[in-house]
């Protein structure tokens, strides 16, 4: 009980973002589906995972469509109290956060925002075009009791497929730093954003500038920088030049007497000695000095990294681009385990997509109506996932610093079991899933969550509970 009493503490931090009482009821049941159900089929798995009765599956529905939940205000709070929960990995006092794009299927016709998609993927099992929902997001990087890196979801976004005017002339890249700089003014500290090669341009690094925040990310290799103009000894007419001589980065991996050996600070690599060299260069799309870091790695080959503080150490910018993988690691669980991006709302009103014209939908010339209907739609995805990265975090919560009560809740077996690791996110949910019972028939007579499950719970499909009665 121990897990559900803590995990309820940690949602009620979330009671502000909910105008009724009874809508933070039905969030909590929301949020605790997510933590519990053993199948990732939509709704009707909260209803299942939870033995509720049927009548509970529209009121679950109306919650992701409710204007009563307010997004903008659930997600600052998550955030504060993601800063509250885990501590952070900082550089300098300054906070890192890692960005990732991800794209995920979906068929329904009647979809909002549904698009032909193209993935580039190593794993040859994904198709290279696919119709789906194009997502960023932002996660926290932190670190647990014992030095192990993990990405705490924060924020996910469709941003992609819907122009809703003509002259909004924003890209992907606009849109990630807008949400980016939101999640930073409500940390209210300078952060680094950590990100891939895609990133890697002047309208993600300059926003950032603006602000006070930086940017480590992976150049691609056929980069071009200049060194600096030598400054003349006699000031002369015009303007002074800038840009000196033209380097191509990839040619200054044969110079090998530049590069300095140190071990690898990469997360997990013992053993491992890397060759790099760190160079300051004008890079022509910001127009000012960035710093460049060679890497050349004895078993991954040559990387370039590119940071915009030229006062972070090399081995500190190899040690935080290793861990950019912990956000996809994130995506990995957040697909499988909580099936945060499971959700199949359509939309009845709404004209069907053509699979001829597989472009963004554009709505300028469709009534205000029409326009609202889809919007509302769209926020019900967003607080669907949302919720979703919520309580993915609240079970890392609990994997991090309640490690114990996690395994010996857990009442399973596996090959692999480390009790003296964090448990994983799927670990996490079967020590819930075992303690819903013991929690629901012996938790504290106040216990709002607790009272509102039981008047809605469906005895005949709950044995456990018959039996804890």
């Known amino acids: 009980m121990t897990l559900w009493l803590e995990w309820f503490r940690c949602v009620a931090h979330l009671r502000s973002a909910c105008s009724r009482q009874t809508t933070f009821l039905w969030m909590c049941t929301a949020l605790a589906g997510f933590c519990v159900r053993s199948d990732l089929a939509g709704v009707t798995s909260f209803v299942r995972g939870l033995w509720l009765t049927p009548t509970t599956y529209r009121r679950l529905l109306h919650l992701f469509h409710t204007p009563a939940l307010d997004l903008t205000r659930l997600t600052t709070l998550w955030i504060r109290l993601a800063l509250k929960l885990f501590r952070p990995v900082t550089l300098d006092g300054r906070i890192v956060f890692?960005?990732?794009?991800?794209?995920?299927?979906?068929?329904?016709?009647?979809?909002?925002?549904?698009?032909?998609?193209?993935?580039?993927?190593?794993?040859?099992?994904?198709?290279?075009?696919?119709?789906?929902?194009?997502?960023q997001a932002v996660a926290l990087l932190a670190k647990g009791l014992l030095g192990q890196p993990f990405a705490v979801p924060l924020s996910s976004r469709i941003h992609e497929g819907l122009v809703f005017s003509n002259r909004d002339k924003r890209t992907l890249l606009d849109k990630l730093v807008a949400l980016f700089l939101e999640i930073a003014a409500v940390s209210k500290v300078n952060a680094i954003l950590v990100a891939d090669a895609y990133y890697a341009s002047r309208k993600v690094i300059l926003p950032l500038l603006a602000e006070g925040h930086h940017l480590i990310t992976r150049a691609r290799i056929n980069t071009t920088a200049w060194r600096p103009a030598p400054q003349p000894k006699k000031r002369r007419r015009g303007r002074p030049r800038i840009y000196g001589d033209k380097l191509h980065l990839r040619d200054l991996f044969r110079k090998r007497s530049s590069f300095v050996s140190a071990p690898s600070p990469v997360y997990g690599e013992e053993g491992v000695e890397i060759n790099y060299r760190c160079?300051?260069?004008?890079?022509?799309?910001?127009?000012?000095?960035?710093?460049?870091?060679?890497?050349?790695?004895?078993?991954?080959?040559?990387?370039?990294?590119?940071?915009?503080?030229?006062?972070?150490?090399?081995?500190?910018?190899?040690?935080?681009?290793?861990?950019?993988?912990?956000?996809?690691?994130?995506?990995?669980?957040?697909?499988?385990t909580l099936g945060a991006y499971a959700y199949h709302f359509w939309m009845s009103d709404m004209s069907p997509i053509s699979r001829w014209r597989s472009g963004n939908q554009h709505l300028h010339m469709k009534s205000e109506q029409y326009r609202k209907l889809l919007k509302r739609k769209i926020n019900a995805y967003h607080r669907y996932v949302q919720l979703a990265c919520i309580a993915q975090g609240l079970q890392q919560h609990l994997a991090v610093n309640f490690r114990v009560s996690v395994w010996n809740y857990f009442k399973s077996w596996m090959r692999t079991m480390k009790p003296s690791l964090p448990p994983s996110e799927a670990v996490v949910a079967q020590a819930l899933r075992a303690n819903l019972s013991d929690f629901l028939v012996h938790a504290p007579d106040d216990n709002e969550l607790a009272i509102f499950v039981l008047e809605h719970l469906d005895l005949d499909r709950c044995p456990a509970m018959l039996l804890a009665g």
């Open 98 to 135: 890692l960005a990732d794009g991800l794209k995920v299927p979906k068929e329904g016709r009647k979809m909002p925002a549904v698009k032909k998609l193209h993935q580039e993927s190593d794993n040859n099992t994904k198709p290279t075009f696919i119709f789906g929902h194009s997502f």
């Open 279 to 336: 160079v300051d260069l004008l890079w022509r799309p910001v127009g000012q000095l960035v710093r460049f870091v060679l890497v050349d790695h004895p078993k991954r080959g040559r990387i370039i990294l590119l940071c915009s503080d030229l006062s972070v150490e090399p081995l500190q910018v190899i040690e935080l681009y290793g861990y950019r993988f912990k956000i996809e690691v994130g995506f990995k669980q957040a697909l499988r």
